[in-house]
C-alpha cells in the first residue's frame, strides 16, 4: 500500500464500537485508513497534532466534544482539514444544525456505501484543494519570474487591459522615448499608433473588445512620443494581469519575417514533416480547444515494427531515407485538416482534427494498411514494413498533454507487445462501458468455473516457531482459466458483486474436508485453515450442511479452522457471532485475519470467540527496520497469550523476521520465505 494512498481520520467520538465499525466499513470498501479516536478535547487536540488528520468524522451526539467544539478546534491548527459529521439518520433540522455548526459533509453511519461515498468524495476535494494550492503556490513563482524576465527582455514587451498600458518592459519604454512607466500608463495603444494606420487599429480594438481573438501579428507605423514614425509588428497574445485578462503586446522594429522561413523552421529537416517542437505546439492548441468544449480530436503516436533490425538492414546513413518514406506514406492516408510531425528518432505524431471519435480507429488503421501494403524503396533495398499504432481521444476529460501523451504511449507499447501491425486507441470516455465488460467476462468464468470444478487449490504450511499441534496449512484458491492459473484478486470482487460467494465458499469447504477425511492425513493431524467469506454468513443452512459434511467424510471438526477479517466481522459482528457460536458447537475453530488493524482490536474477543488471531500483515513490512512494529507485535502476542489465544504471522518472508517473531512470542508463522504456496493435485480431490 502506498504511503500516499492511506487517508487519516481522527474519530471525535464516545463509543469505540462505533469509531471500529466506520474504519471497518471504509476499510472493505477498499480505502486504506490511519485511524485514531478522541472522546474529549484533550484528546483531541493531542490526535491533531500526532497524527494530522486529513478528515475528521465527528459524532454530533457525543457527549464530552460537540461538533461546534470539533470545528473550532480544526480552526485553530489552520490547516485545511475536512469535517464531516457521522450520524445514525438525519432528519432536516439535523443537517441544518450541522453545517451550521462547521461540517462540511453528512455521512450515514448505517449506510456503508454513503460513508464510503462521502469520504471518498471529501477527500478527493481536499486532494483537489490541496493541489490548487500547490498550482497556485507555483503561479506566483511563475510570475515573478516572468517579471523579473520581463524586465531583462531586449523585446520591447507591454501588457494591456482594454486599450489601456498596465505594464511595460524598459525596452519598450526606450523604443517609444519614455523614461518611466508614468509617463505611459495614462496613454492607450491608439496613442502610439500613427495617424495612417489609426482607423484600422480602432477597428481591431473594438473587435477585441467583443472577445475576439487578437490576431498573431499585425504590421504598422508607430509613433514615439517625439513624433517620430517608424515601420513595426506587433505580435498579440492572450495573457493575465494580477489576475485580469489582457493582451500580451510585442513591438518589433523589423518586418515579420519571410513566411517560407517560418515555414522551414516549423519542419523537421529529414522527413518534411513538422518538428517535435511545432507539434507539441499544435498539441497545446489542441487541448485548449478540448478544454474549451471541442470534442473531435484525437492523437495517435505511429513507430515501426522492429525498427532495430530495419536500422540493421539498411545501415545508420538510411535511417533519415526511411523515416522520409514511411512519413510520406502517413501523411497519404491523412485529411487536410490532420497534422503529422516527428516526435522521436522513430515516432511519427497524427493529430487528428475534425473527426468524430467514433472515426478515429478507423482511420488508424488506414494508416496501418497505408504503410503495409507499400514498399519502401531505402537505397538499394526494398522494404515491406509495418507500424504500431497507439492513440487516445482528445476530449475534456483528458486535455493535458502529459497525461495524453502517456496514454497514448501505453497504447502503442500494448499494441507493440501483442506483435506488431496492431491499434489501441485509449477512450477515456468508455472506461465505464469497459469495465462493465470486464465485469461480464470475469462472470462468465466464474459461472463456468462452478459449473464444472475449474477452480484450484494450493496450500501452504503454516510453521511453529514455539511447537504446535499436528500440520499447519492454509487453503488458497485459485481459478482454471483460458491462459492458466488465475489468482483470486481478479474473480473474488465479481464473486462478491453478484452475490456468487456463499456458492464458492461451499466449493472450497468441501474439498477442505475431502481432503482431511483422506487417511493419511488423518493420522499426521492435518488441520486446514479456510477463508469464509462475510457473505456466507447469511446462509442459515451453512452450518447444517459443514456439519453433515464433516460427518460424511469421518473429519473431526476440530481440524478444519474458518478465518475472517477482522474488518469483515466488525461490520457482521451480530451474524459472526452467531455463526462463531454454531461453528464451536460442531466441534470446528475460527480465526481472525488482519488482527490489530483497529483501534482496540481485543474488544473484539469478547464478541467473537477467535481461537487464532492472524497477526496484520502490515506489520511484517521490513520488520527490522521498524522497532515500533515489533513492539506492537509484541504486545498483541503478550494480550492473545493471556486469553488462550494462538498467534499466526503472515507475510513474512526474510530470516531476520523469523527471529523477531520468536522473541516478541509469535506462535507460528506464514510465508513464501518459509513455503512456497504448493498445489493440490488434482487426484487428492478427486470424487
Known amino acids: 500500500m502506498k504511503q500516499d494512498n492511506v487517508v487519516k481520520i481522527l474519530f471525535a467520538e464516545d463509543s469505540l464500537e462505533d469509531a471500529e465499525q466506520a474504519i471497518s466499513v471504509l476499510r472493505n470498501g477498499g480505502i486504506a485508513v490511519r485511524p485514531a479516536r478522541a472522546s474529549n478535547e484533550a484528546e483531541f487536540e493531542a490526535a491533531l497534532d500526532s497524527l494530522g488528520p486529513d478528515l475528521v468524522l465527528a459524532n454530533p451526539a457525543a457527549r464530552d466534544l460537540s461538533l461546534i467544539e470539533v470545528a473550532r478546534l480544526i480552526e485553530t491548527t489552520g490547516r485545511d482539514i475536512a469535517l464531516i459529521a457521522l450520524c445514525d439518520s438525519a432528519d432536516e433540522d439535523l443537517v441544518v444544525k450541522v453545517f451550521a455548526d462547521g461540517a462540511r459533509a453528512l455521512a450515514l453511519r448505517l449506510r456503508p456505501d454513503h460513508l464510503r461515498a462521502i469520504v471518498e468524495r471529501e477527500m478527493e476535494a481536499l486532494n483537489m484543494r490541496r493541489s490548487v494550492r500547490r498550482l497556485q503556490t507555483a503561479l506566483r513563482e511563475s510570475e515573478r519570474r516572468c517579471d523579473s524576465l520581463l524586465d531583462s527582455s531586449r523585446d520591447p514587451i507591454a501588457y494591456v487591459h482594454e486599450g489601456m498600458h498596465v ?98 523552421l516549423q519542419r523537421d529537416p529529414a522527413t518534411g514533416l513538422f518538428n517535435r517542437s511545432h507539434m507539441l505546439a499544435l498539441l497545446d492548441d489542441a487541448i485548449a480547444q478540448a478544454a474549451g468544449g471541442r470534442n473531435d480530436q484525437a492523437l495517435l503516436l505511429v513507430e515501426p515494427d522492429n525498427y532495430r533490425g530495419i536500422s540493421d538492414q539498411i545501415g545508420i546513413g538510411n535511417g533519415d531515407a526511411f523515416m522520409r518514406a514511411l512519413g510520406a506514406r502517413l501523411v497519404g492516408a491523412l485529411g487536410e485538416h490532420d497534422a503529422a510531425g516527428r516526435l522521436g528518432d522513430c515516432t511519427f505524431g497524427v493529430l487528428l482534427r475534425s473527426r468524430p471519435h467514433e472515426a478515429v480507429p478507423v482511420l488508424a488503421q488506414a494508416l496501418l494498411r497505408a504503410v503495409a501494403e507499400s514498399i519502401l524503396d531505402i537505397g538499394t533495398r526494398s522494404l515491406a514494413v509495418t507500424v504500431s499504432v497507439g492513440g487516445s481521444l482528445l476530449g475534456e476529460r483528458n486535455a493535458n498533454a502529459a497525461g495524453l501523451l502517456e496514454r497514448c504511449s501505453e497504447a502503442l507499447r500494448a499494441a507493440q507487445s501483442e506483435g506488431g501491425n496492431r491499434v489501441g486507441v485509449h477512450d477515456p470516455a468508455a472506461r465505464e462501458k469497459a469495465e462493465a465488460e470486464k465485469d461480464r467476462y470475469w462472470l462468465a468464468l466464474l459461472k463456468e468455473a462452478l459449473a464444472n470444478d475449474r477452480f484450484v487449490l494450493y496450500h501452504q504450511q503454516i510453521t511453529g516457531l514455539v511447537g504446535g499441534e499436528g500440520e499447519l496449512s492454509e487453503l488458497l484458491l485459485r481459478m482454471d482459466g483460458p491462459k492458466g492459473v488465475i489468482l483470486p484478486s481478479y474473480f473474488l470482487p465479481v464473486a462478491e458483486r453478484h452475490g456468487l460467494m456463499p456458492a464458492v465458499d461451499r466449493w472450497v469447504l468441501r474439498e477442505a474436508i475431502r481432503l482431511l477425511g483422506e487417511p493419511a492425513r488423518q493420522s499426521h493431524g492435518q488441520v486446514l485453515m479456510v477463508k469464509l467469506s462475510a457473505q456466507s454468513l447469511d446462509d442459515a443452512a451453512l452450518l447444517g450442511w459443514l456439519q453433515s459434511t464433516l460427518i460424511e467424510h469421518e473429519v473431526r471438526g476440530h481440524q478444519l479452522v474458518l478465518e475472517m477479517p477482522e474488518s469483515k466481522v466488525v461490520t457482521s459482528l451480530k451474524p459472526a457471532r452467531q455463526f462463531v457460536q454454531g461453528l464451536k458447537q460442531i466441534g470446528c475453530r475460527f480465526a481472525l485475519e488482519q488482527f490489530g488493524s483497529g483501534l482496540n482490536s481485543f474488544q473484539l474477543l469478547s464478541h467473537v470467540d477467535a481461537d487464532f488471531l492472524k497477526i496484520d500483515r502490515n506489520y511484517m513490512a521490513d520488520l527490522p527496520r521498524h522497532p515500533e512494529n515489533q513492539q506492537r507485535i509484541r504486545a498483541i502476542c503478550q494480550q492473545a497469550a493471556a486469553l488462550g489465544k494462538l498467534t499466526v504471522a503472515e507475510w513474512v518472508e526474510d530470516v531476520a523476521s523469523v527471529s523477531l517473531l520468536y522473541g516478541c512470542g509469535v506462535g507460528y508463522i506464514q510465508g513464501h520465505f518459509q513455503h512456497e504456496p504448493e498445489r493440490v493435485l488434482l487426484a487428492e480431490t478427486a470424487r
Open 167 to 264: 505594464r511595460a518592459n524598459r525596452a519598450y519604454l526606450e523604443m517609444f522615448g519614455f523614461e518611466e512607466f508614468d509617463e505611459i500608463e495614462g496613454l492607450t495603444l491608439l496613442d502610439l499608433v500613427a495617424g495612417d494606420d489609426t482607423e484600422d487599429f480602432k477597428a481591431l480594438l473594438k473587435r477585441l473588445s467583443r472577445g475576439e481573438k487578437p490576431p498573431p501579428r499585425l504590421e504598422l507605423k508607430a509613433m514615439r512620443a517625439d513624433g517620430v514614425t517608424f515601420d513595426a509588428t506587433m505580435e498579440f497574445a492572450q495573457a493575465t494581469f494580477e489576475g485580469e485578462p489582457c493582451l500580451q503586446i510585442v513591438f518589433r522594429r523589423q518586418m515579420a519575417a519571410d513566411p517560407a522561413l517560418i515555414e522551414q
